[in-house]
């Protein structure tokens, strides 16, 4: 497992910096993508991040400042990890940049979770 999130006692969510993800991305990820079966990311790094390499065993994925714009961008048939997201992921966890109202809830559970599951063919229950 690969965490490229840092949390605070508080529960704040920060970013690694950019020098050290760079790093990670140049002359890490692509010696060792074979290897990695969960990965921990930010919304905002987590392009860098996949497009670092293949991750043929990548099978957990849990993304940190999640919304629904991540999902039009990241959850489609165009996005260059639809392999990855359909056929690989198992587990996939999603923690929301905001606190949500009743109301923003049952929109996501309509609009966004629904598509999710159907996007994700190999996620379990």
């Known amino acids: 497992s690969l965490n490229f999130v840092l949390t605070t006692l508080t529960d704040d969510i920060l970013s690694i910096s950019d ?3 760079d ?5 890490i990820l692509p010696r060792i993508h074979y290897n990695v079966k969960s990965l921990i990311l930010n919304s905002f ?20 400042n ?25 587990e996939l966890i999603l923690v929301f940049e905001n606190d949500y ?3 923003s809830c ?6 966004v979770y629904e598509f999710i599951l159907k996007f994700f ?5």
């Open 45 to 64: 790094s987590m392009e860098r991040i996949l497009l670092a390499g293949d991750y043929p065993n990548l099978t957990e994925l849990k993304i940190y």
């Open 19 to 21: 020098p050290i993800l």
């Open 23 to 27: 790093r990670f991305c140049k002359n």
């Open 121 to 125: 063919e190999n996620l379990e229950h």
């Open 66 to 90: 999640f919304n629904e714009k991540i999902c039009l961008l990241y959850f489609t048939v165009e996005t260059p990890f639809r392999h990855i997201f359909q056929q690989q992921i198992t």
């Open 101 to 103: 109202n009743e109301e």
């Open 106 to 111: 049952e929109y996501y559970t309509t609009n």
